[in-house]
């Protein structure tokens, strides 16, 4: 008699999701740095001698949260299913087209930004409002290129990374005090 085995399977790690997460969204045009540089550009007057690399690393380590993994999962699956037409109408215009009213890309979006509190949600509201760098690029949907799920999720890491160090540089100044 076979015996079922299913249960003994591990799951992936949350490292090996991460890991994941970051290659999926390289294959879709964004990188790591690219996130980190909207994170400069958004923290850079509020945070003295702010280095790329603390926004790198700040990116990194939103990275590590489950939700965060999760969202790109679902999000950027959506965007390559509505590219290969595997979705039915008429959600399919919707998401094809971006439809200002369809709005649940920001939705989804929030689970990230949620993570670091009402911080990560004001940076949110303007990176969406403005579409700095590599948000404005997703914007453009070139080429059948379906993005309306990538451009918020990748506005959402930068807010949440951006809150990130907004709340550690707050912490280190207390703890100078
Ligand atoms: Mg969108």
Known sequence: MAIDLSCKIAEPTNQKLK?????????RGVSIEDIARLVYEIQKCYIPGLSLED??????????????QNTIFTGLSLDELVEKGLIREPLLA?????????????????SIVNVYGSIGLTNF???????????????????GVI????????????????????HQTRDQLENLA
């Open 55 to 68: 926004c790198f690393c700040s990116v990194d380590r939103v990275m590590d949260k489950r939700e965060v």
């Open 125 to 143: 509201g303007y990176l969406d409002k403005v579409k700095l760098g590599k948000i404005a690029e997703l914007n453009t949907h070139q080429n």
């Open 19 to 27: 890991y994941i997460a970051i290659e999926w969204l390289q294959e």
């Open 147 to 166: 993005n309306t799920f990538l451009d918020d999720i990748v506005a959402a890491l930068a807010a949440a990374a951006a809150a990130r160090l907004a």
């Open 94 to 110: 919707m998401i094809r087209k971006d439809d200002g009213l369809y709005g649940i890309d920001e939705i989804l979006a929030l």
